[in-house]
């Protein structure tokens, strides 16, 4: 008997150009120096931008016109957070539609708020004056750091292999424990 045929659950992806990898030396490509945000500081900006669109709407009828405001607005979010401009619209693939938009809206507060450590704005700004203190750290080490909160100096060099010897074990560990604090007061 054949195996029942699912259909595609994602948008196909160009495979990288390149040799990017985040391994123990950082190969991020064209990303390389790109700044990165956490999980944290990514929720915080889609829904600041997701609440004035809602305002806005309220302000401008829900004809075509208006929703090509707010749809705008949705990819914007999406791109600041996750550099989706260059799969919206190719030759081979149209445009997302308002419902795939939506959707895929929803699916990334969702993520984010699942996985997003810090909820309250000063602690997210917090979290990013203690990583931003580290310049030894690339930005995307310290994007990791703060959206995996690691326990450990072991662990975060596990998971983050290119940290091995850029950042000594207790200084890591140090700034690892300033941002444990940081989610023990109301995150």
Not at 62 to 89: K, M, N, P, Q, R
Request: aromatic share 6%; charged share 30%.
């Amino acid at each position: 008997m054949a195996t029942p045929q699912h259909a595609a659950t994602s948008r196909s992806r160009e495979a990288p150009q390149g040799d990017e990898e985040a391994s123990s030396e950082l190969r991020l490509g064209e990303f390389q120096n790109v700044d990165a945000l956490t999980h944290s500081e990514a929720a915080l900006v889609i829904n600041a931008l997701v609440a004035k669109r809602r305002v806005d709407r309220k302000n401008v009828n829900e004809t075509d016109a208006g929703w090509l405001i707010v749809e705008a607005e949705a990819y914007s979010c999406l791109d600041l957070a996750f550099g989706y401009h260059e799969t919206l619209a190719t030759k081979e693939e149209p445009a997302l539609t308002r419902p795939q938009t939506r959707r895929i809206l929803q699916k990334t507060t969702d993520y984010l708020e699942h996985f997003a450590r810090f909820r309250r704005k000063e602690n997210v700004e917090a979290v990013e004056r203690l990583l931003t203190a580290h310049k030894e750290l690339a930005k995307f080490e310290r994007a990791q750091l703060g959206s995996l909160c690691c326990d450990t100096a072991e662990e975060a060099k596990t998971l983050i292999p290119s940290l091995t010897d850029k950042i000594t074990d207790d200084d890591l560990q140090e700034l690892l424990d300033e941002i444990t604090k940081l989610m023990g007061y109301g995150s």
